[in-house]
């Protein structure tokens, strides 16, 4: 209680309120048109995507080796490598087959952000305000998650036009979407990139590859990065390929509201529309190996569960951490104000020792008053 009081106090003197829009970007998301290509110190092409590039993003690709973007310039950007992210590879192994159980249905709510995106071959365009064929795209994942006995809600609320405030947009739609109490939310998209990099051919059919994407910019960061990398693992236990990688991206993507959002890149412009619909209904197969579907019914099947093998949901996971990250963002944010409002940190101390011995004090007395 000290603690939030201090916090509230250091608010207080600030006078600037966080806001949930603070960690919306201020910028387009993606290119006008066109991609970005990244290389590697040796040349060699790692990503390409038309979603925007910044120094300090990350990519996670297909074999789980992670890179690091160190410079852009125009659409050519260059990387580092980082690791192998060998928790993917393990977790993928220890995956099974998993359908859901035979209990209250659990619901899974399908928006657009970018509700204009299209697939050329079946709309001969790569978009159509209002119309984007990306929508069927969510029909068809909403279909198999059903056949699967999900419950499913698939939003077509419009969020155009495709500019910078698109996300503010569906933003609204996804706190709608809250109210219902989804498990997990998915973000369908398309992305801008040669066909090469998303083509690709799964038990004999034509598939679009998928690209998770996760926003480095919001306190949930840390779970739904965890979360990716077992939606990934997932898919690669039962088709591997699916998923080309996780891009760990400048901007939120809403996912600061709730650490099991995910937005899902099906394919590129040039794919066909089939193939993106057989693809997301791939990653609806996918779905109860890397959502926890009912913990005692699972544990009644399996026996007697080691306390320390229970399954933790995401949320779980980084709690800690993602409040440590709150809390320190807060703090420095609060002081780097009073320092700029007062010109230098004797003064920024000064006014906080006023504050609390007088200011801080007349309004804990109020309290004590009215109560």
Same mark, same amino acid.
């Given at each position: 209680? /000290?603690?939030?009081?201090?916090?509230?106090?250091?608010?207080?003197?600030?006078?600037?309120? =966080?806001?949930?829009?603070?960690?919306?970007?201020?910028?387009?998301?993606?290119?006008?048109? !066109?991609?970005?290509?990244?290389?590697?110190?040796?040349?060699?092409?790692?990503?390409?995507? !038309?979603?925007?590039?910044?120094? !300090?993003?990350?990519?996670?690709?297909?074999?789980?080796?992670?890179?690091?973007?160190?410079?852009?310039?125009?659409?050519?950007?260059?990387?580092?490598?980082?690791?192998?992210?060998?928790?993917?590879?393990?977790?993928?192994?220890?995956?099974?087959?998993?359908?859901?159980?035979?209990? @209250?249905?659990?619901?899974?709510?399908?928006?657009?952000?970018? @509700?204009?995106?299209?697939?050329?071959?079946?709309? +001969?365009?790569?978009?159509?305000?209002?119309?984007?064929?990306? =929508?069927?795209? !969510?029909?068809?994942?909403?279909? /198999?998650?059903?056949?699967? $006995?999900?419950?499913?809600?698939?939003?077509?609320?419009?969020?155009?036009?495709?500019?910078?405030?698109?996300?503010?947009?569906?933003?609204?739609?996804?706190?709608?979407?809250?109210?219902?109490?989804?498990?997990?939310?998915?973000?369908?998209?398309?992305?801008?990139?040669?066909?090469?990099?998303?083509? @690709?051919?799964?038990?004999?059919?034509?598939?679009?590859?998928?690209?998770?994407?996760?926003?480095?910019?919001?306190?949930?960061?840390?779970?739904?990065?965890?979360?990716?990398?077992?939606?990934?693992?997932?898919?690669?236990?039962?088709?591997?390929?699916?998923?080309?990688?996780?891009?760990?991206?400048?901007?939120?993507?809403?996912?600061?509201?709730?650490? /099991?959002?995910?937005?899902?890149?099906?394919? @590129?412009?040039?794919?066909?529309?089939? *193939?993106?619909?057989?693809?997301?209904?791939?990653?609806?197969?996918?779905?109860?190996?890397?959502?926890?579907?009912?913990?005692?019914?699972?544990?009644?099947? *399996? $026996?007697?569960?080691?306390?320390?093998?229970?399954?933790?949901?995401?949320?779980?996971?980084?709690? $800690?951490?993602? =409040?440590?990250?709150?809390? +320190?963002?807060?703090?420095?944010?609060?002081?780097?104000?009073?320092?700029?409002?007062?010109?230098?940190?004797?003064?920024?101390?000064?006014?906080?020792?006023?504050?609390?011995?007088?200011?801080?004090?007349?309004?804990? *007395?109020?309290?004590?008053?009215?109560?």
């Amino acid at each position: 209680m /000290r603690l939030l009081a201090f916090l509230i106090a250091l608010l207080l003197v600030a006078g600037s309120p =966080m806001a949930a829009a603070n960690f919306i970007p201020d910028n387009m998301d993606e290119l006008d048109s !066109g991609y970005i290509t990244v290389v590697n110190d040796s040349g060699a092409i790692v990503m390409q995507t !038309g979603i925007n590039i910044r120094p !300090g993003d990350q990519f996670i690709n297909e074999e789980n080796q992670l890179y690091e973007i160190t410079a852009v310039e125009g659409t050519l950007a260059n990387a580092r490598f980082i690791r192998t992210e060998n928790d993917i590879a393990m977790e993928t192994l220890a995956i099974p087959a998993q359908a859901p159980a035979e209990t @209250t249905p659990q619901l899974i709510a399908i928006y657009h952000t970018h @509700t204009d995106e299209c697939y050329i071959s079946h709309d +001969g365009r790569s978009t159509i305000p209002g119309k984007g064929s990306i =929508m069927l795209v !969510g029909d068809a994942f909403q279909q /198999r998650l059903e056949e699967l $006995g999900y419950r499913v809600t698939h939003s077509k609320t419009l969020h155009d036009p495709h500019d910078a405030n698109a996300y503010q947009r569906s933003r609204r739609t996804f706190m709608k979407l809250l109210n219902e109490q989804p498990v997990a939310l998915f973000d369908i998209h398309r992305d801008s990139a040669p066909l090469n990099v998303y083509s @690709t051919t799964i038990n004999g059919k034509p598939a679009a590859k998928l690209l998770l994407v996760v926003g480095r910019q919001n306190q949930n960061r840390t779970t739904t990065l965890n979360y990716a990398k077992k939606i990934k693992a997932a898919t690669d236990a039962k088709y591997r390929g699916l998923v080309r990688g996780i891009f760990i991206a400048h901007g939120n993507y809403n996912q600061d509201l709730n650490p /099991r959002a995910m937005l899902v890149e099906v394919g @590129t412009q040039y794919n066909s529309l089939d *193939a993106a619909e057989y693809s997301v209904a791939l990653l609806a197969d996918a779905v109860p190996s890397f959502l926890k579907v009912n913990t005692q019914a699972s544990a009644a099947a *399996a $026996g007697p569960v080691d306390a320390e093998s229970t399954d933790v949901t995401p949320a779980e996971e980084s709690y $800690g951490t993602d =409040m440590l990250y709150i809390i +320190g963002a807060l703090i420095v944010g609060v002081l780097g104000y009073l320092y700029l409002s007062t010109g230098s940190w004797s003064e920024a101390k000064n006014k906080l020792n006023y504050f609390f011995k007088y200011e801080f004090r007349d309004i804990l *007395a109020s309290r004590r008053k009215r109560k």
